[in-house]
């Protein structure tokens, strides 16, 4: 995390890949609402949110469990990285998701992703069949051992290239 608090450019590194995984998405996609040092997704959700034939959904936590939600709209996130309640299509539940676009501190050579240590994203990925998409700055690529629950991701966008697993 301290690399990413430490980055000038974010707003710029963040746009970089939002341009590098637009072509890549289609269908039902699940992006995270970032807050903090992230990868910001606020460009990424309203150019999706713009595209004709994709669905765009955010997760909505809650007590450690990811509700994927069809957004309408893109507003200010709480701590968590929930939308207000207006934001959200609450009627809309998804059959299936595409690809679900997902945060990570830090990823490994093997998809591995070291999220915020609550297993949100691991539990979900075990319910759910989709192509897995972590969001990074260059700088976040580092080494360490998965653990038995962690569940790789299928690919990595960072400002510098697209990583496939």
């Known amino acids: 995390m301290e690399y990413r608090n430490g980055?000038?450019?974010?707003?710029?590194?963040?746009?970089?890949?939002?341009?590098?995984?637009?072509?890549?998405l289609h269908g039902t996609v699940m992006v995270y609402i970032s807050i903090g040092s992230e990868v910001s997704t606020d460009f990424l959700t309203d150019k999706l949110l713009g595209m004709d034939g994709v669905t765009v959904l955010?997760?909505?936590?809650?007590?450690g469990i990811i509700v994927p939600k069809?957004?309408?709209?893109?507003?200010?996130?709480d701590r968590m990285g929930n939308l207000p309640r207006e934001c959200y299509n609450n009627s809309y539940i998804p059959s299936k998701i595409?690809?679900?676009?997902?945060?990570?501190?830090?990823?490994?050579?093997?998809?591995?992703?070291i999220g915020y240590g609550k297993g949100c994203y691991d539990r979900f990925f075990a319910e759910y069949s989709t192509?897995?998409?972590?969001?990074?700055?260059?700088?976040?690529?580092?080494?360490?051992m998965p653990e038995a629950h962690d569940i790789p991701l299928d690919c990595c966008v960072t400002d510098k290239n697209v990583i496939y697993f």
Do not use: V, W
Not at 70 to 77: L, P, V
Not at 131 to 144: D, E, H, N, W
């Open 98 to 113: 595409d690809f679900c676009i997902t945060p990570l501190l830090g990823f490994n050579e093997l998809g591995y992703r």
């Open 131 to 144: 192509f897995k998409i972590g969001l990074a700055f260059s700088g976040q690529a580092i080494k360490f």
């Open 70 to 77: 069809r957004i309408i709209s893109r507003g200010e996130a």
């Open 58 to 63: 955010a997760p909505y936590t809650h007590s």
């Open 7 to 24: 980055l000038l450019n974010k707003p710029q590194l963040s746009h970089a890949i939002a341009d590098k995984i637009l072509p890549m």
